[in-house]
């Protein structure tokens, strides 16, 4: 079976790049210990002041999406959604084959 491959940003408003970062941070360590979970890395491109890039490797899709309902998971989203600018993108998901 291969693995669940997540890559995607998310792009605060203007001042709140590193609140953003932050709270992904937080978001990185329930991950740490949720099933299925191998990789959950928070990212800043020193050229773009308003993005924060997350990539996610997962035993399966099914796990990723179960992390949503991981205690706390729910209210960093919360926290996260008046900081950002313009609804989030739907990540690049791809199948790891190697």
Do not use: F
Not at 75 to 88: C, R, Y
């Amino acid at each position: 079976m291969s693995k669940y491959l997540l890559h995607g940003n998310l792009t605060a408003k203007q001042g709140y790049r590193e609140e953003l970062a932050n709270i992904l941070i937080d978001a990185s360590k329930l991950m740490a210990t949720t099933k299925g979970c191998h990789l959950y890395a928070v990212a800043l491109d020193e050229e773009d002041l308003h993005s924060v890039y997350i990539t996610e490797i997962w035993d399966s899709k099914e796990d990723h999406d179960n992390s949503l309902n991981v205690e706390g998971v729910r209210e960093l989203i919360m926290k996260a959604m008046p900081i950002l600018d313009g609804q989030p993108q739907k990540g690049q998901a791809l199948q790891i084959i190697n």
